[in-house]
């Protein structure tokens, strides 16, 4: 496929002797045929995203093309660039987004615009390695950090390639949570903070009333303000667990308690509620809410669901999805359906379960919207599988390369995620 390029001018310069461009270039990654496969579009628009996600339309022309103009923008502005392709109709068949960044700095910098098909996973340029079940994070919103064992593989979401010469962490990571520019690596032993600016280490202790034997294996959920929670309650190995390490979003770590022990739960956080943990005991109410800044969670009146490895996303204010896993009472083909818990409920709560099956005996979830989300998992034979659930039905999005053991993570760009693991590259889903 020809690359298509599109030039940024800066205006005019009365010291230079031409006017200085950024330059963009589209790449469809491992997608080859994504400009051209039937329904095929005609034409390609670039708007630039001011930093309240206004866009603004800088250049469209008629596909196949070579070169776009995209006008003059100052040195000093800070934006994003949006590539759409558009059929006869004006249908978005294709789409992509850069980061936000100042123009300026991309004068002697040209930058890639990944642009895959809307609806559809799709294999990201800049190849990476593959990992077995990696715990992932974000860090700065612009790197994906994923560490398998002692593995650490970063991909640089505005650059769109691996990074190289990555340090071996020195301990295995059990739960991993990005904090800034640091990426802190757990595992039952004790935590190890890792700077990924310079590969610098320092050791973290635990505060008080809280070990990392009773948390670590546990994911990590990360608030709207952006203090992260590593949920002991959501392992699957080491035994229940009712202990919550809290990292405020100022870097000072306190330790919470749940009501009940749960191993294999699953969690999301709902702003103005706080951590919501589902599942994982088959014996005391099935799902129980952290209040922002408490130190003890209090049951919700759910009976009681001893559903394992399920994935939790936030639809709203007052619903939370949860789907995949087993061992729910209502499972489905071996699996757990896609089912909605109100917050809002006072007694007598049962989840709404939607329609259709999804084959996951371990899932995670990711909110597209109230009525819809992405679901990533295993099935009973290992193998990774994607699907986009809504209230009115459940369609399975083929995963490119085949894999094991991916893990699914939400991406900055609203609308994306991608799942990471089990093969490389990493594919990425946009709406």
Known sequence: MRRVLAVLAFGACGSCSTTPTATFTLNVGGEADALTRSPAPTTLIVQALDT??????????????DELALGDKSRTDVGALRVLAVDAAGKTLLRGETLYVQFGALENSPLDVFLQRTGELARMPGGTAMLDGPRLGVAVARYVVAASGTTLQVYDLLRLKALTGLPTL???????????????VIDEAGATTVDLSDSSTSELLAPTGITFAEI????????????????????TIGGPSNRVLVFGKDGTL?????????????????????????????????????????LQSA??????????????????????????????????????????VDLACASGCVPAVWPGVMPLVRAESFTLAQDAALIAGDDATGASRVFRATLSAITELPVKSPR???????????????????????????E
């Open 254 to 294: 306190t330790a919470a308690t749940l009501a009940k022990p749960r191993e294999g739960a699953c969690a999301t956080w709902v702003d103005g509620r706080g951590l919501v943990v589902v599942g994982g005991n088959g014996t005391d109410p099935g799902v129980e809410v952290l209040a922002p800044g408490a």
């Open 299 to 340: 049951v919700l009146a759910y009976a009681p669901d001893g559903v394992k490895r399920c994935g939790a996303s936030t639809l709203d204010a007052s619903h939370v999805l949860v789907a995949g896993g087993t061992g729910s009472p209502v499972d489905v083909a071996g699996a757990a359906p896609a089912r909605v």
């Open 170 to 184: 020195p301990r295995p990571a059990r739960s991993l949570v990005t904090f800034g520019a640091a990426a802190i």
């Open 404 to 430: 094991r053991n991916a893990r699914l993570i939400a991406l900055p760009i609203k609308g994306t995620a991608a799942i990471v693991g089990g093969a490389a590259p990493i594919e990425q889903y946009i």
């Open 52 to 65: 309240k996600g206004n866009a603004q339309e800088l250049a469209r022309a008629a596909l196949p093309t």
């Open 216 to 235: 670590a294996g546990g994911a990590t959920v990360t608030a709207a303000d952006g203090s992260a929670y590593v949920v002991g309650a959501t392992r």
